[in-house]
């Protein structure tokens, strides 16, 4: 079974940074799509960025170029570089391994969520 473990969210001013940090379990991370969602209240749950087991990354419009995501396959880890913050980014941000290489789509393992808090 693999576990995902995210962390560094918190409360931060528009205009300002956090990382987010998702670490896995087990063997299959450097071999799956990876990424993070993010759910606001009342709101639906989107996909903000993704990136493929070969480090190919793709972000929703709504945070290109202010948001960056990378990976460490030699700690199992995702990250998510948030800059530029602004209040509608507020939102509880899920991790994802999906169940192939170049997708998130579909079946997958779910973190347990991290708040991030973006106040004006």
């Known amino acids: 079974q693999v576990q995902l473990v995210e962390s560094g969210g918190g409360l931060v001013q528009a205009g300002g940074s956090l990382r987010l940090s998702c670490a896995a379990s087990?063997?299959?991370?450097?071999?799956?799509?990876t990424g993070w969602y993010r759910q606001a209240p009342g709101k639906q749950r989107e996909l903000v960025a993704s990136?493929?087991?070969?480090?190919?990354?793709n972000y929703t419009a709504s945070v290109q170029g202010r948001f960056t995501i990378s990976r460490d396959n030699a700690k199992n880890t995702v990250y998510l570089q948030m800059n530029s913050l602004k209040p509608e980014d507020t939102a509880v941000y899920y991790c994802?391994?999906?169940?192939?290489?170049?997708?998130?789509?579909?079946?997958?393992?779910w973190g347990q969520g991290t708040q991030v808090t973006v106040s004006s």
């Open positions: 994802k391994i999906g169940s192939s290489s170049w997708t998130l789509l579909g079946g997958g393992y």
């Open positions: 087990g063997s299959i991370f450097s071999f799956r799509a």
């Open positions: 990136i493929t087991s070969g480090g190919s990354p």
